[in-house]
């Protein structure tokens, strides 16, 4: 099976750089996905990483090492609508179903 | 639709009913998921469909539970004799393909079972 650990929550203030950080334990590893969702809403796609390095999408970077089993969001500038939960997800192929499996979430708290 | 459509938001319930949780995912998008989050807890997978074939019901938690999709489109998530522990977010999800590492989410169905 599939197992992800991720911090529960996260502070931090305003205009401030956070990084969340996701291990994961998985056979037939595919890629690492991150994902939002603010109180009550959907799940939002951010980032997609299937290889090692980090990908940059304006205020918000994601980061991938396949030998430590280990990715991180990297969010800038920080504003107080991030405030929410983010979810690193493993996609790996299972009987041949690429599902991704998600993790516990990190609740992100911005300050003033 | 311009998203995915899940209905209804919210539904109550007596323990020991049955419920249809309805999904519309983005047209053209042949791969479904199904996924149940609880209070504060990440998603659970239950089932996955992809164009005509089988599907993924290895997340199921019960018999009690089935899914169908109708016409590579709309899909109903189906809980019979529903028990209280059953209460959570469905939320539905569509990609464009099985390839494809995007999913895109309805605001999902808050079910609870009195």
């Known amino acids: 099976g599939q197992s992800l650990e991720q911090p529960s929550e996260v502070t931090a203030v305003e205009g401030a750089i956070v990084q969340i950080n996701c291990t994961y334990q998985t056979s037939g590893f595919y890629g690492l996905s991150w994902y939002q969702q603010h109180d009550g809403g959907a799940p939002t796609f951010l980032s997609y990483n299937a290889l090692d390095g980090l990908e940059e999408t304006g205020r918000f970077s994601s980061f991938l090492s396949r030998s430590d089993s280990y990715g991180y969001l990297l969010l800038q500038e920080l504003q107080m609508k991030d405030s929410a939960s983010y979810f690193c997800?493993?996609?790996?192929?299972?009987?041949?179903?690429?599902?991704?499996?998600f993790g516990r979430g990190t609740s992100l708290i911005v300050h003033p | 639709g311009a998203g995915v459509s899940q209905s209804p938001s919210n539904k109550v319930t007596e323990k020991g009913k049955d419920v249809e949780l309805r999904c519309d995912p983005i047209?053209?998008?042949?791969?479904l998921y199904w996924y149940r989050q609880s209070l504060g807890q990440g998603l659970e997978f239950l089932i996955y469909f992809q164009g005509n074939s089988a599907p993924d019901k290895s997340g199921l938690p019960s018999d009690r539970f089935s899914a169908e999709r109708t016409g590579g489109s709309v899909s109903t998530l189906t809980i019979q004799r529903t028990q209280q522990e059953d209460s959570a977010v469905y939320l539905c999800a569509s990609s464009t393909g099985q390839g494809s590492e995007k999913l895109f989410f309805g605001s999902g169905t808050q079910l609870s079972v009195l």
């Open positions: 047209s053209g998008h042949t791969a």
């Open positions: 997800a493993v996609r790996s192929a299972s009987g041949g179903s690429y599902i991704p499996t």
